[in-house]
């Protein structure tokens, strides 16, 4: 068993010492250096510039001479042709001559343009009449209508005085009447004569003005002779 084991441990030495010697070889051995790979190197950059492609110019063409097109777009529009109105799908036809309405457009819930007449402007509000009051130049009678009498109110003996209010417009016309005292059998003829009276207009600031003012009509019996 000793005489085993020393020759166990004689080989393993042995081992140790070839493979040290192999390592140490190797180490100091000197060999041709490897060759390094020759970098790319660019002898030469050229650098490429955009440049417009020129249009072709567009041939003259003389007075007499019909133009080739080719792929050049046409200048002026052609005529003969009506514009575009954008209603061609719709079924609308434009009118063919300007009738002075405004068209409003807009576009409906699907998508659709809606083209309608503008409505008309609102007319003016007329001028409420005013009574009468200092600082206004009043208004003059230039036509008398006298009343008719009626016979039924001469036969009764009915005399007196009605009182009326009446508008007179901007013009100078009469144009309502309202009975402030009444007599029955006289009221009628006072209403009909007022509203024939014409006067001139009732000025405020040197502008005509309709106003409300107070008439009074006077009946009396004439005794005949």
Known sequence: MPQRRIVTLASVVVHIVVLTAFLVAQVL???P???PHQPLMFDSIEFVQLKDIPVPPVPRVGPTQTPSLGNVAPIDPPEGITKETGLEGLG???PPIDTGLVVERGVGSFGLEIVGAAP???????QRPIHLHAGMQPPSKIVDVAPQYPPIARAAHVEGV?????????????????????????????VKAVRAWRFTPARLNDQAVPVVMTVTVNFTLQPYR
């Open 29 to 31: 051995a000197v060999g």
């Open 33 to 35: 250096l490897p060759i």
């Open 92 to 94: 609308v036809t434009r």
């Open 120 to 126: 008309p402007p609102p007319e003016p509000t007329p």
């Open 162 to 190: 009605v009182i009326l209010e009446a508008v007179i417009d901007a013009d100078g016309s009469v144009t309502s009447v309202k009975v402030l005292r009444s007599i029955p059998l006289l009221d009628d003829a006072a």
